[in-house]
């Protein structure tokens, strides 16, 4: 009797063990904006490619959470170590916590456009930059592009002294402070969530922003000027724990890892054709006028600027920086 009964529960444990392992992996990707933005097709295209894969069939199920419906960007990576996300894409000013090296990311008129980013990003230095918060815990897949950065504000802005003592928003990053601070500006750390409504009630007097960002959230409509200046980049960097990523089975990790390269190429070329298209309509509606600088204005921005480059070469590596410029080259 007690053989049977001892027969039956190692056939309970054989039998619970092996549904244990046949338990497919779960996938939680958390983001911040909605479904219809570069981000947001990028992420249901992973989810998609990862669907129709034979290999990870019954292997691992992603989930996709748009409009901060999980965690905000401030919270997701303390989420993610803790196990709650598995993936996240927040905007590369927000690793702050984790490294400086991100910060070269910030650094004004480093980029001479989104080609030089991403020759940058794709080669030896900027794929170095994937593992730079590791050892915290933290694991780069790969750079997703939003576009470059432009100059709204309530007066023309074509020389760098028209910028004196003009409020503009900026996201939380110290190199963006010495920026605006670099032409006599006053930087104003707020939430993007609150950029119209101080834009409308001329709490500030301006911002910068992508044109795609500039569009989607009406800046334009309170900002009657916009100067095509392209002196920053605003991207993201897909992210995961070091901890779940090492954890997975190499195939599995092989086949997801291309899916996600698969995925962030098609967020990249949407955000190329969403930022020429917004661009266009901001033009077309004639609410915002836009001033294209000429190359001996621009010249001026970037010299008064350029200067920031060497209050954070310690921190973000000289040879980043000088690997950024002969991308540009």
Same mark, same amino acid.
């Given at each position: ?7 039956? $529960? ?12 046949? /338990? ?15 981000k ?20 691992v ?34 690793f ?19 080609? /030089? ?8 230095? +900027?794929?170095?930059?994937? @593992?730079?918060?590791?050892?915290? +815990? ?16 309530? @007066? ?25 601070e ?24 301006g911002?910068?922003?992508t ?42 990790? $092989? =086949? ?12 990249n ?22 001033? =294209? ?25 000289? =040879? ?10």
């Amino acid at each position: 009797m007690n053989k049977k009964i001892l027969g039956l $529960a190692t056939a309970a444990l054989l039998s619970l063990s092996m549904s244990l392992q046949a /338990a497919p992996v779960t996938i939680k990707f958390s983001h911040v904006v909605a479904e219809n933005t570069p981000k947001g097709q990028m992420a249901n295209e992973f989810k998609r490619l990862v669907e129709a894969n034979e290999k990870l069939k019954d292997k691992v199920v992603v989930e996709v959470y748009p409009n901060s419906q999980l965690f905000g960007d401030n919270k997701v990576l303390e989420a993610m170590l803790l196990g709650d996300v598995q993936i996240a894409a927040p905007s590369l000013s927000k690793f702050k916590k984790y490294t400086k090296q991100l910060q070269l990311f910030d650094l004004p008129f480093l980029f001479k456009d989104m080609a /030089a980013a991403e020759k940058f990003q794709q080669g030896p230095e +900027g794929q170095e930059l994937l @593992n730079a918060m590791k050892k915290k +815990g933290l694991v780069g897949l790969g750079y997703l592009h939003n576009g470059m950065k432009q100059l709204s504000a309530s @007066n023309p802005l074509r020389v760098p002294a028209d910028a004196a003592k003009q409020k503009f928003r900026i996201m939380s990053s110290d190199v963006l402070v010495e920026q605006f601070e670099a032409v006599k500006a006053v930087p104003v750390k707020k939430p993007f969530s609150e950029v119209f409504t101080l834009l409308q009630t001329k709490a500030i007097d301006g911002q910068e922003n992508t044109w795609s960002n500039i569009y989607s959230k009406k800046f334009f409509e309170v900002q009657p000027y916009i100067t095509e200046s392209n002196h920053g980049l605003l991207d993201y960097m897909v992210v995961t724990s070091e901890e779940f990523w090492s954890g997975l089975d190499k195939d599995v990790q $092989a =086949e997801l890892k291309t899916a996600m390269d698969k995925a962030i190429a098609l967020g990249n070329k949407v955000a190329a054709e969403k930022a020429e298209s917004d661009k266009k309509t901001i033009a077309e509606s004639g609410r915002s006028e836009i001033i =294209e600088l000429s190359d001996e204005d621009r010249q001026k921005w970037v010299d008064i600027m350029k200067p920031v480059w060497k209050k954070f070469e310690k921190e973000v590596g000289a =040879e980043n920086i000088a690997a950024a410029q002969k991308a540009g080259e």
